[in-house]
């Protein structure tokens, strides 16, 4: 009796072992931990990049089991001229100029109503975004998960189809009103007879985009430049914001600093962006700084693996943010599980941190069941909400679910006249 448990223990045992093995040679193949589902299509970037910029030209996209026609046109995300400031480890100071247009927004044909496109294009690189319908496709570089990829292999996969959860709990540095104060106005023209009015924000408005060594690198390393990821990830940023709350961010300067952005502690690199900023622009909390150089915000993209795994931090309301925007994995592992972080993640964080900064709450965001069947069996979350999953959508709450939350509303108000002072 005793031999037959025995053998049957044994058998067992031997299952379960394979069935782990099993899986972990199937989570070792994946090319990420955040998803499961995904393929890898070809895409021939230099041709689209000529019918984009010809305005008329479609180009197909494959979109799991469909192919669709794209239309895109350029949409610059920054001024001709715009400059690059790159800060050596000496001290010594390059500046270069940008002189290309690589972002393009447009729709599906014969979907125009149910679509966006918001795609970064160079010569030798496509990344960006595709809503189709009630899908969120994303497109990257394959060569970002896999270093010995094909330049024109792409990976896609939706939101739908990701799993991960992470904590933005923490990620605000409150700034009361009563540490604000009165601000300078520019000086006015002698004998103009009227008075300016309060300081108004939008809808186009300024960032200073700063990154950090580490970050520059792994941009390097996946064959693209710093300054075209800061352009790809922003320019998703901004089809959230147009679709939200009508407004975009230009890019004012673009920033790399070898010397000063040393710190893995969020709230020290946070300090150590403003000191940069100072450096280079001006004091950005001072409101004549900011009106007379037509910039709001300033944002680091870090490639650093954070203290505490953090994703980002921001003043709310302040003119300073960060996020945690790692583009490849240089050892040491992610903010995002190891990997480098989905452009979902980037976008998202970047675009959740830049709220702050306009005084979005974590308190007034939404949270509400899809799916229900004796209990909720799955949740969808607004852009703010505290705790980052792959249900989090775009969506800033309007009051619609509850009319005690109302982000859209709140960031409005800051933008119309919650920024006519010094922070």
Not at 57 to 76: C, D, I, M, Q
Request: charged share 25%; with cysteine.
């Amino acid at each position: 009796m005793y031999i037959y448990v025995l053998i049957i223990g044994v058998i067992l045992a031997v299952i379960g072992l394979a069935i782990i093995g099993f899986r972990v040679r199937q989570v070792a193949r994946r090319i990420h931990p955040s998803i499961k589902k995904y393929f890898v299509i070809s895409l021939n970037v230099a041709e689209i990049k000529q019918n984009a910029d010809a305005r008329d030209r479609t180009f197909p996209l494959r979109l799991g089991k469909s192919t669709v026609n794209v239309l895109v046109e350029p949409e610059p995300i920054s001024e001709e001229g715009t400059e690059i400031v790159e800060i050596q480890e000496d001290g010594e100071t390059i500046r270069q100029s940008i002189s290309d247009t690589v972002t393009y927004a447009g729709r599906i044909v014969g979907a125009e109503e149910t679509s966006d496109v918001r795609l970064t294009i160079t010569n030798d690189m496509l990344a960006g975004y595709v809503i189709y319908g009630e899908d969120w496709w994303f497109i990257e570089p394959l060569k970002k998960f896999r270093i010995d990829a094909d330049i024109s292999d792409y990976l896609v996969y939706r939101t739908k189809d990701l799993r991960f959860k992470f904590n933005l709990e923490d990620d605000v540095i409150p700034v009361r009103e009563e540490q604000t104060e009165p601000g300078s106005l520019p000086e006015l023209p002698e004998g103009s007879g009227y008075l300016p009015p309060p300081h108004q924000v939008g809808p186009n408005i300024g960032i200073l985009l700063v990154a950090d060594p580490e970050y520059e690198q792994q941009a390097k390393t996946i064959g693209t430049v710093w300054h075209q990821e800061q352009m790809s990830v922003l320019h998703t940023v901004n089809g959230l914001y147009k679709k939200n709350l009508g407004c975009w961010f230009t890019p004012k300067v673009w920033i790399l600093n070898y010397k000063d952005l040393k710190n893995c502690n969020a709230d020290k690199l946070l300090v150590d962006l403003e000191k940069v900023v100072k450096s280079v622009w001006g004091d950005l909390r001072l409101l004549k700084t900011r009106m007379d150089k037509n910039a709001e915000v300033a944002h680091l993209t870090s490639g650093k693996d954070l203290d505490g795994s953090t994703l980002g931090i921001a003043y709310q309301p302040g003119v300073y943010s960060l996020s945690q925007q790692q583009l490849f994995w240089l050892g040491g592992g992610g903010g995002f599980g190891g990997p480098p972080n989905l452009a979902f993640q980037n976008m998202m964080i970047m675009a959740h941190e830049l709220g702050h900064n306009f005084n979005g709450l974590h308190e007034e965001a939404d949270e509400w069941c899809v799916t229900h069947f004796i209990w909720c069996w799955d949740y969808e979350r607004s852009l703010m909400w505290p705790t980052f999953y792959e249900d989090n959508n775009d969506w800033i709450s309007d009051g619609s679910l509850n009319a005690k939350h109302n982000n859209r509303q709140r960031i409005k108000n800051n933008m119309a006249s919650g920024r006519n002072h010094n922070f």
